[in-house]
């Protein structure tokens, strides 16, 4: 009988377990922070902050493995995909004004009166 009324040497009665689950707990959270820091680093290095800038206005165009452009505008939050195509359009229309390429490769524009 004395056997069992003998109190353990190693006892862990007055200390918390630890839990097996906080060690991915914080593996999740320096996950999330690695990357929101990837994020800024790669918005930083090809100069994309006006795309978080509410009241900028950034065009960008793209072109994808196939070939096809397209064009994105952003202005304030409003954010507008077109795709460039080369098919030839007809019909009515009006002329707005004239175009001349300068020899120094500039393009000026000079609207009808």
């Known amino acids: 009988m004395r ?3 003998r109190r353990r040497a190693f006892s862990l009665e007055g ?8 060690g991915v707990a914080n593996l999740f959270d320096a996950s999330i ?6 994020m800024v680093a790669l918005f930083m290095a090809y100069n994309m902050m006006d795309l978080l800038d509410p009241t900028s206005e950034v065009t960008m165009m793209k072109k994808n493995a196939q ?13 507008k995909v077109s795709k460039v195509t080369d098919q030839k359009l007809a019909g009515r229309g009006e002329r707005l004004g ?16």
């Open 33 to 38: 922070v690695f990357i929101v820091s990837m």
């Open 15 to 22: 200390q918390a377990l630890e839990d097996p689950i906080a």
């Open 98 to 113: 004239t175009a001349y390429k300068l020899p120094d490769g500039k393009v000026v524009y000079v609207p009808a009166e």
């Open 67 to 79: 070939g096809e452009l397209e064009i994105r505008t952003k202005k304030g939050k409003e954010i």
């Open 3 to 5: 056997l069992l009324q």
